[in-house]
């Protein structure tokens, strides 16, 4: 590709060169014109000096005086002929001597082509004419000062022409530096890296392109963000409670039935309903915003007791109620939970609480195997109205003799340990592969990994129900190293994308990473498909570490992508500096986004965010047919989910 840079250089040069030939030219063309003036100058000197000479000779007819004078003439090089008659036209002596040009390209005399120059001269005694004499000049020499002096204007203008080439290539360099830093400016604009050019070059046209390109990053800045701002008050005011700020009651239920028939398995969970059981009474008596001040500290103090747990989910419901859900836990972890997170909230104090005192209830039920989301919220909200405001106990748990369980609590923490890392050591894992389709032609785009475990009683375990296990034991870099070998010993033919989950725990593991690094390099046919995916909530609480990996993966070939997103209700600042595959909206947005306005002008914003960013936006949990029809219209690139095709295992590896 040619640059203007080449070209400047280009057109100093090719001036120079029509600089050159045109002085050249004319030098050359005077130089020839006073040469041909010194040659018949010569010429004529010679003739009549020769002339002079000859008198005495030529009177006595002395024939060897004549010649030897000749010749004397002759020896220098300078004639081609001499030659002397006498009065009656007759050649008493003539000499020719031979032309020979050394040294001188036939090229060069052709183009010169000096004529031959003469002089003539009478030979006389007195004021007798005794004869005339010709003498006829030799180019040679002339050719050959005319051939040195061109190699010494080229040799001059070699070094003078290099000379001012340097000079121009630095002038140029420098003044079109600028031009360069505009073309890094617009490249970052391209990635949403609206920087700023803050020193302006001199040159006026120069310095308006830049003022101009910094005005049109500070625009776009402005409109990606106020954007992105958008995106989240849209999701805010649809999905989030504008009192506690926590979730409402639209979006814990549709998040809380994306665990229903999950792709990664069957999953097990906790489910709280907490209840501010004399919130009317506190809006009666002190006012509304007492009763949000004391809706607030409940809110906050349920926060606070669950943020060790990376999926949990608060939600105020209605009213007084706020709905608690954390999925992938034991029941013995459940019941200490629930226990830890009554004596929270009963030790809460609020503006009024003097006058005014809380009274706080809460139930709570566990499901080994989640299968209606509904169901769960009907077993707490019975187990919550099972309860007396002002009774001695507060708090309960449903239980049901008809609830059926799966081995997984029928075993110990410790017993579960051992079983995690034997599994690990023995390999005793299965792959299974999920679909990703492109839309809308639902064409092959890629697809997702998802593990297996089999329980110590033969119950198969997916990944939802034994991975947070997994974390909280310490085996999470373990698992995703057995993963990955796992899919480079036999990873699905073709070259479309092999999505993996990679835990938190791993991208902060700088010696994971390492290992990673060398996997990838080894494994060069798994790079070039790979893409990782990581949770959006993990960008908050491990940013820098998941930037470092990206920049292993990019080294390779392979891609990162951002998992749930939409859940968290940030500004989505990281899509301005962090390099992304694809967005892979959150379950909980597309579960009947036919039905839901809000969720379809959502994800049609996310899409329009992602075109500007140039990342790709997926969708996971696509089921039904009406829920297609939807998304097939809203410019998105991918989806995954059950409508086209279950996972399936790949490597049985056991």
Same mark, same amino acid.
């Given at each position: 590709m040619v640059t203007l840079y080449r070209q400047l250089i280009m057109a100093v040069i090719a001036a120079l060169m029509v600089l050159y030939v045109g002085n050249l030219v004319v030098s050359f063309k005077n130089t020839k014109s006073l040469v041909a003036q010194q040659m018949e100058t010569h010429a004529q000197d010679a003739a009549t000096s020769l002339a002079f000479s000859m008198t005495q000779a030529a009177q006595g007819n002395d024939i060897a005086t004549l010649e030897t004078m000749l010749n004397a003439v002759s020896d220098g090089g300078y004639y081609k002929k001499i030659k002397f008659v006498d009065v009656n036209?007759?050649?008493?002596?003539?000499?020719?001597?031979?032309?020979?040009?050394?040294?001188?390209? /036939?090229?060069?005399?052709?183009?010169?082509?000096?004529?031959?120059?003469?002089?003539?001269?009478?030979?006389?005694?007195?004021?007798?004419?005794?004869?005339?004499?010709?003498?006829?000049?030799?180019?040679?020499?002339?050719?050959?000062?005319?051939?040195?002096?061109?190699?010494?204007?080229?040799?001059?203008?070699?070094?003078?022409?290099?000379?001012?080439?340097?000079?121009?290539?630095?002038?140029?360099?420098?003044?079109?530096?600028?031009?360069?830093?505009?073309?890094?400016?617009?490249?970052?604009?391209?990635?949403? /890296?609206?920087?700023?050019?803050?020193?302006?070059?001199?040159?006026?046209?120069?310095?308006?392109?830049?003022?101009?390109?910094?005005?049109?990053?500070?625009?776009?800045?402005?409109?990606?963000?106020?954007?992105?701002?958008?995106?989240?008050?849209?999701?805010?005011?649809?999905?989030?409670?504008?009192?506690?700020?926590?979730?409402?009651?639209?979006?814990?239920?549709?998040?809380?039935?994306?665990?229903?028939?999950?792709?990664?398995?069957?999953?097990?969970?906790?489910l709280v309903i907490v209840a501010l059981n004399n919130l009317g009474h506190i809006n009666e008596v002190a006012g509304r915003p007492a009763g949000n001040d004391a809706l607030m500290v409940l809110g906050q103090s349920l926060q606070r007791t669950s943020e060790d747990y990376d999926q949990v989910l608060i939600a105020r419901r209605q009213g007084k109620e706020f709905a608690f859900f954390i999925p992938d836990i034991t029941e013995?972890?459940?019941?200490?939970?629930?226990?830890?997170?009554?004596?929270?909230?009963?030790?809460?104090?609020?503006?009024?609480?003097?006058?005014?005192?809380?009274?706080?209830?809460?139930?709570?039920?566990?499901?080994?195997?989640?299968?209606?989301?509904?169901?769960?919220?009907?077993?707490?909200?019975?187990?919550?109205?099972?309860?007396?405001?002002?009774?001695?106990?507060?708090?309960?748990?449903?239980?049901?003799?008809?609830?059926?369980?799966?081995?997984?609590?029928?075993?110990?923490?410790?017993?579960?340990?051992?079983?995690?890392? /034997?599994?690990i050591t023995d390999k005793a894992i299965e792959l299974l592969i999920q679909q990703i389709v492109s839309v809308p032609d639902r064409q092959l785009k890629g697809?997702?990994?998802?593990?297996?475990?089999?329980?110590?009683?033969?119950?198969?375990?997916?990944?939802?129900?034994?991975?947070?296990?997994?974390?909280?034991?310490?085996?999470?870099?373990?698992?995703?190293?057995?993963?990955?070998?796992?899919?480079?010993?036999?990873?699905?033919?073709?070259?479309?994308?092999?999505?993996?989950?990679?835990?938190?725990?791993?991208?902060?593991?700088?010696?994971?990473?390492?290992?990673?690094?060398?996997?990838?390099?080894?494994?060069?046919?798994?790079?070039?498909?790979?893409?990782?995916?990581?949770?959006e909530h993990a960008l908050k609480v491990a940013e820098d570490e998941i930037r470092s990996c990206e920049k292993i993966l990019a080294r390779h070939g392979s891609g990162l992508a951002v998992d749930h997103f939409g859940l968290e209700s940030s500004a989505f600042g990281y899509l301005a500096s962090l390099s992304l595959r694809y967005l892979k909206v959150h379950r909980s947005f597309i579960k009947n986004i036919h039905l839901s306005r809000d969720n379809q002008f959502y994800v049609k914003a996310l899409a329009q965010l992602a075109q500007t960013r140039e990342v790709q936006l997926v969708v996971e949990g696509v089921e039904t047919d009406a829920e297609w029809q939807v998304l097939a219209n809203m410019n998105i690139d991918g989806a995954q989910g059950f409508l086209f095709g279950r996972p399936e295992a790949l490597i049985p590896t056991r």
């Open positions: 036209e007759k050649t008493v002596l003539e000499r020719h001597f031979p032309v020979q040009i050394e040294s001188v390209p /036939q090229w060069f005399v052709n183009l010169m082509k000096l004529p031959d120059y003469q002089g003539n001269a009478e030979v006389s005694s007195g004021w007798v004419i005794l004869g005339n004499l010709v003498v006829v000049s030799h180019p040679g020499l002339a050719y050959q000062n005319l051939w040195q002096a061109m190699l010494q204007r080229l040799a001059w203008f070699s070094l003078i022409g290099l000379g001012v080439c340097a000079i121009a290539f630095f002038a140029v360099r420098t003044l079109l530096r600028p031009l360069k830093e505009v073309e890094n400016q617009a490249n970052a604009i391209c990635e949403q /890296q609206f920087v700023q050019q803050v020193k302006l070059p001199r040159t006026r046209e120069l310095r308006v392109v830049v003022e101009a390109m910094n005005r049109l990053s500070s625009r776009l800045e402005a409109l990606f963000h106020g954007q992105s701002d958008l995106i989240r008050d849209l999701r805010d005011q649809s999905h989030t409670d504008f009192i506690t700020g926590l979730s409402n009651r639209a979006d814990f239920d549709a998040r809380l039935n994306t665990f229903v028939n999950d792709e990664s398995g069957i999953h097990s969970g906790m013995d972890v459940a019941d200490a939970l629930a226990a830890s997170l009554m004596r929270e909230v009963s030790r809460i104090s609020w503006q009024h609480d003097g006058q005014l005192p809380d009274s706080i209830t809460m139930g709570y039920t566990y499901s080994d195997e989640i299968t209606n989301g509904p169901e769960l919220l009907s077993e707490a909200d019975m187990a919550l109205h099972s309860l007396s405001s002002d009774g001695e106990k507060n708090w309960g748990k449903f239980s049901s003799l008809e609830m059926a369980s799966i081995p997984t609590v029928s075993h110990s923490v410790l017993s579960w340990k051992q079983f995690i890392a /034997q599994s697809y997702e990994i998802y593990i297996r475990f089999r329980s110590p009683d033969d119950f198969e375990l997916s990944a939802g129900t034994i991975v947070p296990m997994v974390q909280r034991f310490g085996y999470s870099t373990e698992l995703d190293k057995l993963v990955l070998e796992s899919l480079a010993e036999k990873a699905p033919p073709g070259d479309e994308m092999l999505v993996v989950n990679i835990c938190s725990e791993s991208i902060c593991d700088s010696s994971f990473c390492e290992w990673l690094s060398g996997y990838l390099s080894e494994h060069d046919h798994i790079a070039q498909r790979l893409v990782v995916e990581v949770p």
